[in-house]
């Protein structure tokens, strides 16, 4: 259906002219639009609107909260695992400077 709109007859001039009366602001053509549909339409459902509102801030809240609480796990399970395999190579280190080393260092 959508294929054939192109089909019609001076269907992009008609298009262009459409967007230039929405756009002019001698005709005003989007106020009209709006004060006549659009308006109408949102006043009617306000109620609606704004209960979706309401439930749709709180389901993001409560996503964000599940969302952060995730990541500060996955975050703090790859610190630990990060600490665990380096734990042996620092306990190495460690164990390699002897007290001769240690002396050698100048002092401050």
């Known amino acids: 259906l959508l294929s054939l709109w192109p ?17 002019s602001p ?12 659009v308006h109408p339409t949102l006043a009617r459902r306000e109620k609606d609107i704004d209960a979706f509102l309401v439930r749709a801030r709180e389901r993001s809240y409560e996503t964000l909260l599940r969302f952060g609480k995730r990541g500060l796990n996955l975050a703090a399970t790859a610190a630990v695992q990060a600490a665990t395999k380096s734990q042996g190579a620092l306990a190495g280190r460690l164990r390699s400077f002897s007290m001769q080393d240690l002396r050698s260092l100048p002092e401050q």
């Open 7 to 23: 089909r019609f007859p001076f269907y992009y001039e008609v298009k262009m002219a459409f967007v230039i009366w929405l756009l």
């Open 26 to 37: 001698y005709t005003r053509g989007a106020s009209l639009l709006y004060r006549r549909f």
